[in-house]
């Protein structure tokens, strides 16, 4: 048998055929036969540009070992009508790259990829068995150590605890409205007897659990999901899906079978946790929500994240005039107020909070948006009764100004509040970085003041000043509902944050 250029040996399979196996793949081009079962394939996008960077795969040869696979874009057209899950394939011409050090799906230290001479063909009455898959667990320990690193990425296997917060006595129900909203399944998950830990499920992860968890009869206990990424919010490993994963249950593949099996043997780990234990906000410093944001990865998310009020932001509007059904921002038709959500007019116009305040930290200045519920929860007050105040007290003039922003939220400056903050699309696509607040959380002591902390104060700290001066500038955000939903109305320029004076 001649000996190939790349000094590897092609060996003999079915038909004397020659081909190569996996473990012999070298950087380089091979003119040579690859066999094996196409295990998954999926697109890959850059997160940034928002362009396609080609189609990765997952395939596995007839000893069991394990490759990644690539077809550029300009090559996807010619290949992808014959790719099937699952499927066996014959590849005759590859090139063999370095496999990426971010984010691997196989442990092998080169890629498959397709070149311009490259043929994918059936591999058709091959009478050599190939498995049908292959996994790479992590236990939470290991999933703990590589946290936050972007390096492979591993699979994991548990029964579930609770699904979007519900536990699983019952069958927990499933919104697909508020999924298709949200793009998220969150899943609390625990591994044999390990830590319980929230498994983020998005996008095409999120659908294929939600159309698996409802295909079977009873409720669904164990889960495995593969390469998932790890990452680290306010302190606490988080599990998330990739567009390489895939969702299996209780009987899809051996492994989830194994595990019932073992369950079975052990059912003091399948009892009931606390809800309200596990289902707690990641709690974040400012500083902390802004490295989320800027990793191009993420996705929406709540937070929770305890702050100074520094002072309103002046020159900006604390209040919008909603519709009193579905809270949508009023529109101005020819004679009335319309709504452009549940296309009514003449509708009655409420007014509803979205309030800027200047806020600090230890470790960052921002603006927050506090929005609808969140007002009242702060000054004890809902918006339309402190406009109608204004209004009262000013009589005609009232009617026609826009009303300023009232004492009960400037008496704020200077408290420490916990705030639920939510990060949302205009966020990461970096057309905001105010910050929206959906609700505020009660501190384990009372609130205080900047007089009484005698802290860190950015006002006389240049460090502080600069950045608070960045976060400050010209944003824009639109408001839909008191929710924190950023979708219609108009757009409104933030001035910049002065801190108050008043006599004393």
Same mark, same amino acid.
């Given at each position: 048998? $001649?000996?190939?250029?790349?000094?590897?040996?092609?060996?003999?399979?079915?038909?004397?055929?020659?081909?190569?196996?996996?473990?012999? =793949?070298?950087?380089?081009?091979?003119?040579?036969?690859?066999?094996?079962?196409?295990?998954?394939?999926?697109?890959?996008?850059?997160?940034?540009?928002?362009?396609?960077?080609?189609?990765?795969?997952?395939?596995?040869?007839?000893?069991?070992?394990?490759?990644?696979?690539?077809?550029?874009?300009?090559?996807?057209?010619?290949?992808?009508?014959?790719?099937?899950?699952?499927?066996?394939?014959?590849?005759?011409?590859?090139?063999?790259?370095?496999?990426?050090?971010?984010?691997?799906?196989?442990?092998?230290?080169?890629?498959?990829?397709?070149?311009?001479?490259?043929?994918?063909?059936?591999?058709?009455?091959?009478?050599?068995?190939?498995?049908?898959?292959?996994?790479?667990?992590?236990?939470?320990?290991?999933? &703990?150590?590589?946290?936050?690193?972007?390096?492979?990425?591993?699979?994991?296997? @548990?029964?579930?605890?609770?699904?979007?917060?519900?536990?699983?006595?019952?069958?927990?129900?499933?919104?697909?409205?508020?999924?298709?909203?949200?793009? +998220?399944?969150? =899943?609390?998950? &625990?591994?044999?007897?390990?830590?319980?830990?929230?498994?983020?499920?998005?996008?095409?992860?999120?659908?294929?659990?939600?159309?698996?968890?409802?295909?079977?009869?009873?409720?669904?206990?164990?889960?495995?999901?593969?390469?998932?990424?790890?990452?680290?919010?306010?302190?606490?490993?988080?599990?998330?899906?990739?567009?390489?994963?895939?969702?299996?249950?209780?009987?899809?593949?051996?492994?989830?079978?194994?595990?019932?099996?073992?369950?079975?043997?052990?059912? &003091?780990?399948?009892?009931?946790?606390?809800?309200?234990?596990?289902?707690?906000?990641?709690?974040?410093?400012?500083?902390?929500?802004?490295?989320?944001?800027?990793?191009?990865?993420?996705?929406?998310?709540?937070?929770?994240?305890?702050?100074?009020?520094?002072?309103?932001?002046?020159g900006s509007t604390w209040y919008y005039i909603s519709c009193s059904g579905c809270h949508t921002k009023a529109t101005k038709g020819p004679t009335s107020l319309m709504c452009s959500k549940c296309g009514k007019v003449n509708i009655s116009g409420v007014p509803q909070y979205r309030a800027q305040l200047s806020v600090y930290d230890n470790s960052e200045q921002a603006v927050f948006v506090l929005l609808g519920d969140a007002g009242f929860?702060?000054? @004890?007050? +809902? $918006?339309?009764?402190?406009?109608?105040?204004?209004?009262?007290?000013?009589?005609?003039? @009232?009617?026609?100004?826009?009303?300023?922003?009232?004492? $009960?939220?400037?008496?704020?400056?200077?408290?420490?509040?916990?705030?639920?903050?939510?990060?949302?699309?205009?966020?990461?696509?970096?057309?905001?970085?105010?910050?929206?607040?959906?609700?505020?959380?009660?501190?384990?002591?009372?609130? =205080?003041?900047?007089?009484?902390?005698?802290?860190?104060?950015?006002?006389?700290?240049?460090?502080?000043?600069?950045?608070?001066?960045?976060?400050?500038? $010209?944003?824009?955000?639109? =408001?839909?509902?008191?929710?924190?939903?950023?979708?219609?109305?108009?757009?409104?320029?933030?001035?910049?944050?002065?801190?108050?004076?008043?006599?004393?």
């Amino acid at each position: 048998m $001649a000996i190939k250029p790349n000094g590897k040996s092609p060996v003999t399979s079915d038909h004397d055929d020659k081909i190569m196996l996996f473990r012999d =793949v070298t950087p380089g081009p091979h003119e040579t036969q690859l066999r094996f079962r196409l295990i998954h394939f999926w697109e890959a996008w850059n997160p940034l540009k928002k362009t396609l960077i080609g189609v990765e795969m997952l395939l596995i040869d007839e000893q069991g070992s394990v490759i990644q696979g690539f077809i550029s874009p300009s090559r996807i057209e010619r290949h992808l009508s014959k790719m099937k899950p699952g499927s066996l394939y014959k590849l005759n011409n590859f090139y063999g790259s370095s496999n990426k050090t971010m984010y691997r799906v196989s442990d092998h230290a080169v890629t498959v990829s397709f070149s311009w001479n490259s043929e994918l063909s059936v591999l058709e009455d091959s009478h050599t068995p190939f498995d049908e898959d292959r996994f790479r667990f992590h236990s939470f320990e290991e999933f &703990q150590a590589g946290c936050d690193r972007k390096g492979d990425l591993y699979d994991v296997l @548990g029964h579930m605890k609770l699904v979007n917060g519900q536990c699983l006595t019952g069958t927990p129900v499933l919104d697909e409205v508020e999924i298709a909203r949200a793009r +998220h399944v969150l =899943v609390h998950v &625990q591994s044999y007897d390990g830590p319980v830990v929230k498994l983020y499920l998005w996008d095409q992860a999120a659908r294929d659990f939600c159309k698996k968890f409802r295909s079977y009869e009873g409720t669904p206990t164990v889960l495995l999901v593969t390469t998932v990424n790890t990452k680290s919010l306010g302190g606490t490993l988080a599990l998330t899906t990739m567009s390489s994963s895939r969702v299996f249950m209780d009987c899809d593949v051996q492994p989830t079978v194994d595990y019932i099996s073992w369950l079975g043997s052990n059912p &003091q780990s399948a009892e009931l946790v606390n809800a309200e234990v596990v289902t707690k906000r990641e709690t974040l410093t400012i500083g902390e929500i802004y490295s989320y944001i800027r990793d191009g990865s993420n996705k929406e998310a709540f937070f929770e994240c305890t702050a100074t009020i520094d002072d309103v932001v002046h020159g900006s509007t604390w209040y919008y005039i909603s519709c009193s059904g579905c809270h949508t921002k009023a529109t101005k038709g020819p004679t009335s107020l319309m709504c452009s959500k549940c296309g009514k007019v003449n509708i009655s116009g409420v007014p509803q909070y979205r309030a800027q305040l200047s806020v600090y930290d230890n470790s960052e200045q921002a603006v927050f948006v506090l929005l609808g519920d969140a007002g009242f929860e702060l000054t @004890g007050k +809902h $918006a339309a009764e402190l406009v109608s105040s204004y209004v009262e007290a000013n009589g005609d003039q @009232g009617v026609t100004q826009e009303v300023p922003f009232p004492e $009960a939220l400037i008496s704020t400056i200077g408290q420490k509040h916990n705030f639920c903050v939510k990060v949302t699309k205009h966020n990461l696509d970096g057309k905001s970085r105010s910050l929206t607040v959906t609700k505020i959380l009660p501190l384990e002591s009372p609130p =205080v003041t900047e007089a009484s902390r005698g802290n860190y104060n950015p006002i006389t700290s240049e460090v502080g000043f600069e950045t608070g001066t960045k976060v400050c500038e $010209a944003s824009k955000i639109r =408001v839909d509902s008191a929710e924190g939903s950023k979708s219609n109305g108009d757009l409104d320029e933030m001035g910049k944050a002065k801190r108050l004076k008043r006599g004393g």
